[in-house]
Nanobody, 123 residues
């Protein structure tokens, strides 16, 4: 069982930065791919980023590539999403998720989810 708790969401002006954190209580945290997803009102949940458990390689949605960076600290059972150059269209509830499937861009492939943290970017 993996329990996830996100933090770090806030209201920020366009062009600003935020760092989201996702802390896990599970002992097997290091063996899970850790994904970030977001959901804006009226929209489907969409893939943002993932960091792979085996080699910490990262993959990003085209919409955030070059602006967002995901990292993990297995010793702290925590994954991070550094978000720079934020845009109003980044406004959403951000979720972290843990999974072992190779289908890393689909939210359906993840087994455990946090409660989400709100990110609001004002123009």
């Amino acid at each position: 069982q993996v329990q996830l708790v996100e933090s770090g969401g806030a209201l920020v002006q366009a062009g600003g930065s935020l760092r989201l954190s996702c802390a896990s209580s599970g002992r097997t945290f290091s063996s899970y791919n850790m994904g970030w997803f977001r959901q804006a009102p009226g929209k489907e949940r969409e893939f943002v980023a993932v960091i792979i458990w085996s080699d910490s390689s990262t993959y990003y949605a085209d919409s955030v590539k070059g602006r967002f960076t995901s990292s993990r600290d297995n010793a702290k059972n925590t994954v991070y999403l550094q978000m720079n150059s934020l845009k109003p269209e980044d406004t959403a509830v951000y979720y972290c998720a843990a999974g072992k499937s190779g289908v890393i861009r689909s939210w359906r492939a993840y087994d455990y989810w946090g409660q989400g943290t709100q990110v609001t970017v004002s123009s």
